[in-house]
């Protein structure tokens, strides 16, 4: 099969490679759209120890079961696979399995490639009418679904009342705030600094988006971190008011930036997320599947052979849409 092999930082080779193995459990899929993650752009650039080269990248996949009972069935894809055996497991949370593994993180080779194999127990069906460009997005969405059910969770404010504000206008902050719309948030607010950016997000419904040089928003119920840097969790610190709430779901930077005396002294909630659990996926597909979050329209479509020079593009602050899906059989 043809693949997008990271090889070492900052490069990307277009290469065959051998085709996944198949255990009994698994299904072999034929991936029709794979998302690029920023936690893809971590490994590109050699952030990311759990994904040490040479390694297939991509995990927000979406395409056709090959063969076996399934054959045909078109679905999207879970990417975390559970251990089923620890405390975590055991407790039903299994996305906090301390021996998950994830596509595109060794052991486990990614879906910017012609074929994956994944648990079929993984996969979820699609609606003829839903393309696979759609679909692929159900993971990503699924964070912010996550993300937005912690948040509600621990607001003392209903969440139709309270003022949210998302730090970040990538795949993962706009998904936060389409949720918010979906589930009834009616002031919301995205910073977003990338002009090019802006202007996508400025053309969606059911948010406001500023830059954050001209803005600084104060007293918010609600702030979500989907950037993750020092800045920006100092910035979600400053934002929040006594009482409220930060959700913090950006990987960006591993350490500073969170005012621990400001959210002691005025008890404010700090909550980080990683991903979901497996009804937030299901549920965030059926959502996608309604027509709960919009008509999902700002995508860039990308061959996967253009890989290289997506990334290039997102790295160099290129990447004008949220999110870029590869197709590995244009």
């Known amino acids: 099969m043809k693949a997008l092999v990271y090889v070492g930082p900052e490069k990307l080779n277009y290469m065959d490679h051998e085709d996944p193995s198949v255990p009994d459990d698994h ?6 759209a794979s998302g690029i993650c920023g936690s893809d752009m971590h490994g590109f650039l050699g ?21 076996g009972e399934h054959d045909g069935k078109r679905i999207t894809l879970n990417p975390l696979v559970e251990c089923g055996k620890c405390s975590s497991c055991k407790r039903d949370q299994i996305h906090l399995c301390v021996n998950r593994q994830l596509l595109s993180m060794k052991p486990r080779h990614g879906a910017f490639a012609q074929y994956v194999a994944i648990p079929y127990k993984n ?25 937005v059910k912690l948040g509600q969770n621990a607001l003392t404010t209903p969440l139709a009342q309270a003022s949210c504000l998302v ?37 969606i419904e059911g948010f406001r988006v500023f830059d954050p040089a001209d803005e ?26 006594p009482g409220g709430v930060i959700i913090h779901i950006g990987l960006g930077q591993a350490e500073g930036g969170v005012d621990i005396r400001r959210l002691t002294l005025q008890e404010i909630s700090f909550i980080g997320t990683y991903c979901y659990t497996p009804d937030d996926f299901r549920e965030t597909a059926q959502a996608i599947f309604d027509g709960l979050l919009g008509p999902l329209d700002w995508i860039d479509i990308r061959p996967l052979e253009q890989g290289q020079q997506a990334f290039d593009d997102i790295r160099s602050g290129n990447a004008a849409a949220p999110k870029i899906v590869l197709e590995p059989w244009t």
Request: net charge positive.
């Open 123 to 147: 996969t979820i069906q699609i609606p003829d009418e839903i393309s696979f460009q759609k679909a692929a997005l159900t993971e990503p969405m699924a964070c912010g679904w996550h993300a």
């Open 27 to 32: 299904v072999l899929v034929k991936v029709m």
């Open 47 to 67: 952030h990311d120890e759990r994904r040490p080269a040479p390694l297939i990248l991509g995990h927000e996949a979406a395409g056709t079961i090959v063969g």
């Open 216 to 241: 600084k928003p104060e007293s918010m119920d609600l702030v979500f971190d989907a950037v993750g840097y020092v800045g920006t969790r100092a910035e979600a610190c400053r934002a929040v008011r």
């Open 167 to 203: 730090i970040g206008g990538g795949a993962i902050g706009l998904g936060i705030a389409l949720v918010l719309k979906a589930k009834g948030a009616t002031n919301i607010i995205v910073a977003e600094p990338n002009v090019k950016r802006r202007e996508v997000l400025s053309k």
